[in-house]
Every structure is written in structure tokens, then in C-alpha cells.
């Protein structure tokens, strides 16, 4: 029966916080992709509206500061990637940690490209 409580242990506290943080951050790319088509490809039946030409030698700020912000999710969820590899005990096999859900799961697995990098796999 303890065997099935061993993800409420409180040595894996930091990991779990680091798996939250990085499904939070998955969400967030998510929705930044979302805005980042919208800017580029605006729905079809919208009708379009009278609009002020820009200026000349402007550029497409909205579209720029998307882009910078798709980046920086990028960069951090690779970032929380590797931290939470890092913070495993084993590797290619399952931990159980909890994420408010009862028994979550997280591992990190070898990839078949590549013997020496892992990849990251969350099941909530």
C-alpha cells in the first residue's frame, strides 16, 4: 500500500513544482501560437475594415513583439526541459509525482535518433 503513496513523498516537491511550471508554459506557447496566425493570417469571412495605411518605413510592431515572445517560450519550456531531466532520479522509466490530479506521471526517455539525448514525457 505505501508503494501507492510514493508520489506524495516530499523529495520530489521541486520536481513536481518544475513540471507545473513547464505544462503552464506549453499552454502559453499554445496560445501564442494562436495569436501569432491570427496576425498573419486574418479569418477570411471577417469583412475588412477601413483602415490608416502605416506609415512609410514602419514595420509590423505587434507581429515582431509576437514573434519575441514565441521565442522567449520556446527558450524557457526548453529550459524547464532540461532542468526537470535533471532533476529525475532515473532515466527511461516512470516517475510518479503529483500534480493535483492523484498520481501523475513523468519520465525521461531515450530518443531512437540520438542514445545520448532524452526526451521529456508527461502524463497527467
Do not use: C
Amino acid at each position: 500500500m505505501a508503494s501507492n503513496l510514493d508520489y506524495l513523498a516530499p523529495n520530489l516537491q521541486p520536481l513536481e513544482e518544475k513540471v507545473q511550471a513547464y505544462l503552464k508554459a506549453e499552454k502559453e506557447l499554445t496560445q501564442a501560437e494562436i495569436t501569432a496566425t491570427t496576425l498573419t493570417h486574418p479569418a477570411a469571412n471577417e469583412p475588412e475594415a477601413f483602415e490608416q495605411r502605416p506609415a512609410t518605413g514602419s514595420y509590423p510592431q505587434q507581429t515582431e513583439e509576437t514573434a519575441n515572445e514565441l521565442q522567449n517560450i520556446r527558450d524557457d519550456l526548453q529550459r524547464l526541459r532540461q532542468e526537470i531531466i535533471n532533476l529525475l532520479p532515473v532515466r527511461d522509466e516512470w516517475i510518479k509525482v503529483n500534480l493535483g490530479y492523484g498520481p501523475s506521471r513523468v519520465g525521461a526517455f531515450r530518443t531512437a535518433a540520438q542514445a545520448e539525448e532524452y526526451e521529456l514525457r508527461v502524463v497527467i
